[in-house]
């Protein structure tokens, strides 16, 4: 009888950590791939450029995932419903790009402080903060009276967005930072957006799932592409198109 599969291990010392062959993830858990190393800069920017991203809780060692299959939106594809459609139309919200990164990793990481989201641990929002230092993690928050009241942030790598988290301090705060998001994505010729995994969220905007070999051929294409400067980054964002 075969010994049951185990994840690899990946030796926290290294600098940078190299990860095997997304094929190699586990089917169950699904998509389980590694465990251990570290959340350098180096090892994170390697991970999301071979489709694989942390996730683990307090206590746990830090766990590396590639699930399959992987739930993505084409910028072109983003669903807007009518009431989306209306609260756009309304523009109660200011949207700005990187104008509070710090704020927002937080804001992400308090408002699943109930058990279900601990995964956004103060390491994680350590070293998120340093790749947003150096130019790779990127925010869209969303401004009421001064307050923010929601927002997401995540990686990006030539033509691609990894999404990693959002969160609303009011209803639809979230949605329509996403949706400004992806239309400033769609003017600078993003072509994907990571989702990671389903959810009924994700799908009412017009995420699918497609099977990890075709995520990670749109990757090797995608994060070919130079990164934009991230001074392009820093924005307000003053208008949606529907289109």
Not at 110 to 123: F, K, M, P, V
Request: glycine residues 8%.
């Amino acid at each position: 009888m075969s010994p049951p599969l185990a994840p690899a291990y990946l030796d926290p010392n290294q600098a940078k950590c190299h990860f095997p062959a997304v094929s190699l993830a586990l089917e169950e858990p699904d998509g389980l791939l590694a465990v251990g190393g570290n959340l350098s800069a180096e090892t994170l920017f390697n991970a999301y450029r071979h489709g694989i991203f942390p996730w683990y809780s307090d206590g746990q060692p830090i766990l590396w995932w590639s699930p399959n299959p992987r739930a993505i939106l084409f910028p072109g594809q983003l669903r807007v419903s009518r009431s989306l459609k209306k609260r756009l139309r309304q523009q109660r919200f200011e949207i700005t790009l990187d104008h509070a990164f710090d704020e927002v990793i937080q804001a992400c990481a308090t408002a699943r402080n109930d058990g279900l989201g601990t995964w956004i641990t103060s390491e994680m929002q350590h070293a998120y903060i340093e790749m947003h230092r150096l130019g790779h993690a990127h925010s869209v928050e969303a401004w009421r009276d001064g307050k923010l009241v929601g927002g997401l942030y995540g990686i990006a790598i030539g033509q691609v967005f990894f999404g990693e988290s959002m969160f609303s301090r009011t209803p639809d705060a979230s949605k329509v930072a996403f949706a400004h998001l992806v239309t400033q994505l769609k003017t600078w010729r993003f072509s994907l957006i990571d989702c990671q995994v389903g959810s009924n969220h994700m799908t009412s905007l017009g995420a699918e799932d497609i099977s990890r070999t075709n995520f990670i051929g749109h990757l090797n294409q995608a994060c070919q592409h130079s990164n934009l400067a991230p001074a392009q980054w820093k924005k307000r964002l003053s208008s949606f198109d529907s289109d």
